[in-house]
């Protein structure tokens, strides 16, 4: 038996020769094995980026559409029940506003689709919730995102939609520090990608959307009109909106579009928005938790002009009646098409103390208040809205004040969140 000196240093050069070849065989699986184990790594690798891809796309783009079933949902879902009636795809109709759009066009008797992504933005319960009230009503919204191209034009191509009611979009002007990605990808991205398929239509629908009252941004002149100046928004979103204003204006210009932009003022009502102070103010109230109320430069209360749900339903339903076709097809203008900008306001701003104080009496707690001076994160001291421009063209009016508006939301707060079957009141 060789020694291991042997082994390693053969005694005769013919010993030396079967050992050469020996080293070099297993040279060559020593390699062999480096090569499959890079292919290993390799392998490996790509399927890391391929899952990470996928966690990527599926954020964004939920495989939950297409197929047999899905189309006959939607097709079902857009029929049109009354004569001259419409057929809208709702974007956003799991949100606040766009749920309470959708039930309205639905009531009347138009074909409603609607489209969310669910995003995380705030308690994606509420907008299940929202779906299931939408769903009773036989309103079918897809799980999807308005970057989704693919999805968008397979929708076009099962229904002539007549109308567009463009709500979906990263609202908050806060969360802008946190995650500003978020804004254009919905706000920008989302917004363009939405009117190509809409330009590429055949028939073009009508695009309704939802600005903001925060293009606005730090204009002083009040009330606010359409006219006044927008080019000083004072936060991201409120970039994102004006932004969104400007390519419209593009896709009205070029691809003869029908556009009305709608400038929302600081919407509230049953199934709001999580994220709103009147929303989370009640939350605390009720929860024994102390406020966090912001003031600007000495002392001065912060105002907004609220508008109720069902005042801004109205003008928005208004503005889908009056829109006017676009007039394109193929991509291709065939002459001008409406562009229009709209307000839909309240015109009666209130401080953010006295809606406090209404929130206190219709929950009966007081609030711990702390008055902070407003940091410098995007928000503005007051809001107010001209509405005489949606008054003239649709008979815009709005009617509902703060105290009956907020009476409404908290028994509808009350009602959902259980404190009417027991739940106490901290
Ligand atoms: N509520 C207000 O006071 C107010 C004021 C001014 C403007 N607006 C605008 O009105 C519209 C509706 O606001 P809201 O209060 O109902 O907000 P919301 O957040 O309740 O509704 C928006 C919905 O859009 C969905 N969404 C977001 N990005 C999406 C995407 N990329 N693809 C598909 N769905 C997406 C969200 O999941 C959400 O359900 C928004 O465009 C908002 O910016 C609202």
């Given at each position: 038996m060789p020694s291991l000196e042997e082994e390693l240093f053969p005694s005769t050069p013919g010993k030396f020769k079967d050992r050469n070849r020996h080293f070099h065989r297993c040279f060559a699986s020593t390699s062999t094995m480096f090569l499959w184990a890079l292919f290993l790594i390799a392998i490996t690798a790509s399927y890391l980026c391929f899952q990470s891809f996928m966690d990527t796309g599926n954020r964004y783009f939920s495989a939950t559409w297409g197929g047999h079933h899905w189309e006959k949902q939607v097709r079902t879902s857009a029929q049109i029940h009354r004569s001259n009636g419409m057929s809208v795809l709702v974007t956003g109709a799991a949100g606040f506003v766009g749920s309470h759009v959708s039930l309205a066009l639905k009531k009347r008797g138009d074909g409603v689709v609607g489209l969310d992504n669910f995003n995380n933005y705030y308690d994606p319960s509420l907008k299940k919730a929202r779906k299931n009230l939408l769903n009773n009503h036989n309103i079918f919204?897809?799980?999807?995102?308005?970057?989704?191209?693919?999805?968008?034009?397979?929708?076009?191509?099962?229904?002539?939609?007549?109308?567009?009611?463009?709500?979906?979009?990263?609202?908050?002007?806060?969360?802008?520090?946190?995650?500003?990605?978020?804004?254009?990808?919905?706000?920008?991205?989302?917004?363009?990608?939405?009117?190509?398929?809409?330009?590429?239509?055949?028939?073009?629908?009508?695009?309704?959307?939802?600005?903001?009252?925060?293009?606005?941004?730090?204009?002083?002149?009040?009330?606010?009109?359409?006219?006044?100046?927008?080019d000083q928004p004072a936060s991201l979103y409120a970039a994102t909106k004006k932004a969104g204003e400007e390519i419209t204006h593009t896709y009205n210009h070029i691809y003869g579009l029908s556009i009305t932009g709608l400038r929302f003022f600081t919407v509230y009502g049953p199934w709001g928005r999580p994220d709103m102070a009147y929303f989370s103010f009640t939350r605390n109230i009720l929860q024994g938790k102390p406020i966090t109320v912001y003031r600007g430069k000495n002392r001065v209360d912060l105002a907004r002009d609220f508008t109720y749900i069902d005042d801004v339903v109205k003008g928005c339903i208004g503005s889908l009646d009056t829109s006017g076709k676009s007039t394109g097809s193929g991509g291709k203008k065939r002459g001008p098409a409406p562009y229009r900008i709209f307000n839909l306001g309240n015109t009666s701003p209130v401080t953010v103390p006295m809606m406090v104080g209404i929130l206190e009496k219709h929950l009966k707690v007081k609030a711990k208040k702390n008055f902070v001076e407003m940091p410098g994160n995007g928000d503005v001291p007051f809001t107010h809205a001209n509405i005489s421009s949606a008054r003239k063209e649709f008979g815009y009016k709005p009617t509902t004040d703060l105290q009956t508006g907020l009476k409404k939301f908290v028994k509808w707060y009350l009602s959902y969140y259980g404190y009417n079957q027991g739940k106490s009141v901290k």
């Open positions: 919204i897809i799980e999807g995102d308005i970057n989704d191209m693919r999805m968008l034009t397979k929708l076009f191509e099962i229904v002539r939609f007549t109308h567009v009611m463009h709500l979906a979009a990263q609202a908050g002007v806060r969360y802008a520090l946190e995650n500003p990605g978020s804004y254009v990808h919905s706000n920008i991205a989302g917004l363009v990608t939405l009117l190509e398929a809409c330009k590429n239509a055949n028939p073009q629908p009508a695009v309704v959307w939802a600005s903001s009252s925060s293009v606005y941004g730090l204009n002083e002149k009040v009330p606010f009109s359409e006219s006044d100046r927008t």
